[in-house]
T-cell receptor
Framework: EAGVTQSPTHLIKTRGQQATLRCSPI?????VYWYQQALGLGLQFLLW???????NRGNFPPRFSGRQFPNYSSELNVNALELEDSALYLC?????????????FGPGTRLTVL | AQSVTQPDIHITVSEGASLELRCNYS??????LFWYVQSPGQGLQLLLK??????LVQGIKGFEAEFKRSQSSFNLRKPSVHWSDAAEYFC????????????FGTGTRLQVTL
């Protein structure tokens, strides 16, 4: 069974540009989560999507947004990129979403903002 | 709000030696607890999880963890470390009512000497 996949592996952008990151969940999983892993800041929860709706959001500005498609894949968009957005962005999926559900992570997208 | 503390930033052990990585959480009720491992440049792999029941849980790769409510701890152990275990280890907590948000510790980097 294929795991969570993310694309691209690496992404290089300049300040002020927009970045789009993509995630495909494990087959049968309906929930997708996004986390940011920035140097010195650890793993921070960004967003949770379930059944096409945003269900929860971490403490990030509105320029971080996303969506979930009917096939449960998801996109994370980061507008007006800033240097401090450079990080590894991890996507995770779970079967049904919920506090007791186990999240399985993808390999991540390394975003570098120059 | 819940929090997770991993007091050891970096641990070095010899191959074949036993290992214990510490994790303490802060929350009033019973949390859901996870250990993940991250190899350099990779995503997170789930090692084990605790939701309820038996306080000693077995995971993959020969790891186990014990939930101790009185100490608010969920320490990860392995009786004999292999060189391939060198990686960063993250403890995470999920709490009922937080809508699937996982809170991660800052991680412990494990180095294995031959």
């Amino acid at each position: 069974e294929a795991g969570v996949t993310q694309s691209p592996t690496h992404l290089i952008k300049t300040r002020g540009q927009q970045a789009t990151l993509r995630c495909s969940p494990i087959s049968g999983h309906t929930s997708v989560y996004w986390y940011q892993q920035a140097l010195g800041l650890g793993l921070q929860f960004l967003l949770w999507y379930d059944e096409g709706e945003e269900r929860n959001r971490g403490n990030f500005p509105p320029r971080f947004s996303g969506r979930q498609f009917p096939n449960y894949s998801s996109e994370l968009n980061v507008n007006a990129l800033e240097l401090e957005d450079s990080a590894l962005y991890l996507c995770a999926s779970s079967f049904r979403g919920g506090d007791a559900d186990t999240q399985y992570f993808g390999p991540g997208t390394r975003l570098t903002v120059l | 709000a819940q929090s997770v503390t991993q007091p050891d930033i970096h641990i070095t052990v010899s191959e074949g030696a036993s290992l214990e990585l510490r994790c303490n959480y802060s929350y009033g009720a019973t949390p859901y607890l996870f250990w993940y491992v991250q190899s350099p440049g990779q995503g997170l792999q789930l090692l084990l999880k605790y939701f309820s029941g038996d306080t000693l849980v077995q995971g993959i790769k020969g790891f186990e963890a014990e939930f101790k409510r009185s100490q608010s701890s969920f320490n990860l152990r392995k009786p004999s470390v292999h060189w391939s275990d060198a990686a960063e280890y993250f403890c995470a907590v999920g709490v009922l009512g937080t809508a699937s948000k996982l809170t991660f510790g800052t991680g412990t980097r494990l180095q294995v000497t031959l």
